[in-house]
């Protein structure tokens, strides 16, 4: 397919903000080919693929005020909520294996943010609930076996990396280092754990063992790179970068090699996620003022 035109953190906006059919796209040259999944414009984050790879659950900001969970279907377009009696905020949600368990952040009031751990199959919700009004604690993950649910929050000596038992019960740190560590997520055998952390100035990848030790860094780049994901075969990590002055998407091998630059829009191009075949993305592109949901072939 050809193109005659070419198309031409998120804690400080969280704090602000409380507290269909599928259209294939030309890409601009050396990006791949995109799919465009929304239309609305509406601000988004946080897209996850469900097991079944036809649907995709995200964050979007349905009014000034409130955030919600919604679930868009690839076969119809449609989107509706995945929560639709919820009427507190809900955001950043991370599914297991299975699609049986899921975890998201809720707000209930002010900044008093709670992590819930919801399991569709017994129809019960666990909670954890730090206190003290923890506005940072964000990023939730689930282990393959479903043991631990991981995520990120604020401590005395930095945002720290911890878990807890699917109960929401008897929480740990896998992190004990200055600045930020965010964004942890757990590789499809369970051995390692990716994460992005500013320890030594700006944010980089890096990577360190299932219960926190050997921690190696997988980038170096002067720029912000964030939000790293694993394939589902755990071959390589997408993440977000503003390496080259724009948010962009990447992807390396999971040893930090063979970087490559998926992306190349004026916008912001972040939030990427695997779907489960391992040949493709999701994202979320800011155009124009304008926030949705793409989907692009990753070259192996």
Known sequence: MKCAVPLIIWSAWLVSFLFGTILALCAPTNSP?????TFDGKWKADPAVLPNGQEIVHTLQETPTLLSLWRLSLATGKSERLHPEATTNEFEIAFSPDGRVAAFVQNRANLNLKLIIRDYQEKRDYIYDPGGGFAGMRSPAISPDLRRVLF????????????VNLQGQNRQFLTHSPGVNNWPRVSPDGKQIVFASSRDGDYEIYIMDAQGENVRRLTRSPG??????????GQLI????????????????ADGSHLRRLTNHSGRDDY?????????LVYVSE????YDLYKMPVPR
Do not use: K
């Open 224 to 233: 912000m790179d964030i939000r790293p994901v694993w394939s589902p075969d």
């Open 238 to 253: 997408a993440f977000t970068s503003n390496r080259d002055g724009n948010y962009e998407i990447y992807v390396m091998n």
């Open 287 to 290: 155009r124009h003022g304008r």
């Open 152 to 163: 990120s929050i604020p401590t005395a000596t930095g945002q720290q990396i911890a878990y």
């Open 33 to 37: 080919p995109e799919q465009q999944l």
């Open 272 to 280: 990427p996620w695997w779907f489960p075949d391992g040949q493709h």
